[in-house]
């Protein structure tokens, strides 16, 4: 940077005259800067609302599928049976008693200072008849647990305190197994032996030798429709969730108990009207949006004249072109039949709203046909929504990435500036401070001249 030096010699202020011709040759930049802001201000207005469009996509997408208005409402008259219908259920009740819970296996072993065989070799029969054997390391009962639960066998084994040996004083230990999965098929027999010697015969099970016992049997868990009639129908399940009692219905078991239980389903009007709000609702927050941007504003500058300045979105084709697309994504006719029908309603101001009660209306008098109405404008939403704001190549997308790349160019444009202003600067500073030395030359030559003439003008007298 320069060094400004003020007018020793002539006088002028030499920093406040290069600052306003340097203010003179910033003009240039001075636009540069003012473009990149502006269009800052542009990229900033559509990534916000690049982002409301995305994601209308998303949740319109989610409502064009048969899970976006299949919804259902599922209710027990038990509160120990919860139920949750999904897609496909079906409006209806059914009467059941849950006659048994699922539960694993739990069997312990009789109490042991140490396993009594050397090496310990255990075999498990699981209820399909698969054997698989485990060795443990050593016949300490933690040895053993560990080598059951390292061999990946389906069931679970704990070492527990058992007391005191009365005849030794050492610790006693048992060892509890339990199934890794509940209902019948986790159900298995625990045997000393090898594989060879279960098959042989030979084998010690368990559950035999002293002090040994079963806490708790695996079993399925157990519903009886209808029960107490002809038509008594068990289902079971290995877990206490049931899928397959009715279409798109899971429920959930927690206690047995011989008092019927009546399960419901029915549509979900309230859920259902709520997707259809969200999905108007969001729509119109892009409507408002687009318009608050739109719009033109007027101040008053301090000479008291009236500035008008456009909006964000003033006169832009891009964004004009977006709002078209997805209002005709709104509001043409299916098969005919006006969206507002079912109380998707778009007024002359291009606002859009849900009438609660047609849509309740058309909903009660034909629900398949309403609900279907509500998937294929939410389709064409999601459509409509998916080509504006791609991230690859959507319209308004693609309109950002362009106007960055100006932005990238404006500020390389403005960079080169800085450097030229700079010289600039360099160069009037060096002129001006060249200036005040030749004045200053010229002074002293002035000086000298005059001392010369009144030299003369003594001798001639």
């Not at 409507?287 to 909006?311: E, H, L, M, P, R």
């Amino acid at each position: 940077m320069g060094m400004a030096v003020d007018g020793l010699i002539s006088g002028l202020n030499t920093t406040d005259l290069i600052n306003q011709l340097m203010q003179a040759e910033a003009i240039p930049q001075t636009l540069l800067k003012s473009k990149v802001t502006d269009s800052t201000t542009y990229i900033t207005a559509m990534q916000a609302l690049n982002s409301k469009i995305a994601a209308l996509t998303d949740a319109a997408g989610k409502t064009a599928k048969p899970a976006g208005v299949d919804l259902h409402t599922a209710t027990s008259s038990s509160t120990s049976v919860t139920v949750t219908a999904g897609v496909g259920a079906t409006d209806g009740t059914i009467d059941f008693t849950v006659d048994k819970v699922a539960q694993s296996q739990v069997t312990v072993s009789g109490p042991l200072t140490q396993w009594p065989d050397q090496p310990p070799v255990l075999t498990f029969v699981a209820a399909d008849g698969t054997m698989k054997q485990v060795t443990a390391s050593s016949s300490s009962i933690a040895d053993v647990a560990a080598a059951i639960n390292k061999a990946g066998v389906g069931v679970s084994a704990t070492r527990v305190a058992a007391g005191l040996d009365p005849a030794t004083g050492d610790q006693l230990y048992r060892l509890q197994l339990s199934s890794a999965k509940t209902g019948a098929a986790g159900g298995f027999t625990a045997y000393r032996g090898t594989t060879a010697d279960v098959t042989a015969g030979t084998a010690t099970d368990l559950l035999t030798e002293p002090g040994a016992a079963q806490v708790r049997a695996a079993q399925d868990a157990q519903l009886t429709l209808w029960a107490g009639t002809g038509a008594a129908q068990v289902v079971t399940s290995a877990t206490n969730t049931f899928t397959d009692v009715l279409p798109g219905v899971s429920l959930s078991v927690s206690a047995a108990s011989t008092t019927p239980v009546t399960l419901t389903v029915a549509r979900d009007d309230t859920a259902l009207a709520a997707v259809a709000s969200s999905l108007v609702s969001t729509l119109n927050d892009i409507f408002t949006y687009i318009d608050q941007k739109q719009a033109v504003s007027t101040t008053t500058n301090a000479t008291g004249g009236t500035v008008v300045t456009a909006g964000a979105f003033t006169g832009d084709s891009t964004v004009r072109d977006a709002t078209s697309k997805l209002t005709a994504a709104a509001q043409a006719p299916l098969d005919g039949v006006s969206p507002s029908t079912y109380g998707i309603v778009v007024a002359s101001d291009g606002s859009i709203s849900l009438d609660k009660d047609k849509f309740a209306a058309a909903l009660a008098a034909d629900p398949d046909k309403t609900k279907a109405a509500l998937q294929a404008i939410a389709g064409r939403v999601a459509d409509a929504a998916g080509m504006v704001s791609d991230k690859y190549d959507g319209t308004i997308t693609t309109k950002i990435a362009g106007e960055q790349k100006t932005v990238k160019g404006l500020n390389g444009q403005i960079s080169d500036w800085d450097l030229r202003l700079s010289d600039r600067r360099a160069s009037l500073e060096k002129t001006y401070a060249t200036l005040e030395v030749n004045l200053q030359k010229l002074q002293s030559q002035s000086s000298w001249l005059t001392g010369q003439l009144a030299s003369l003008s003594t001798s001639s007298s």
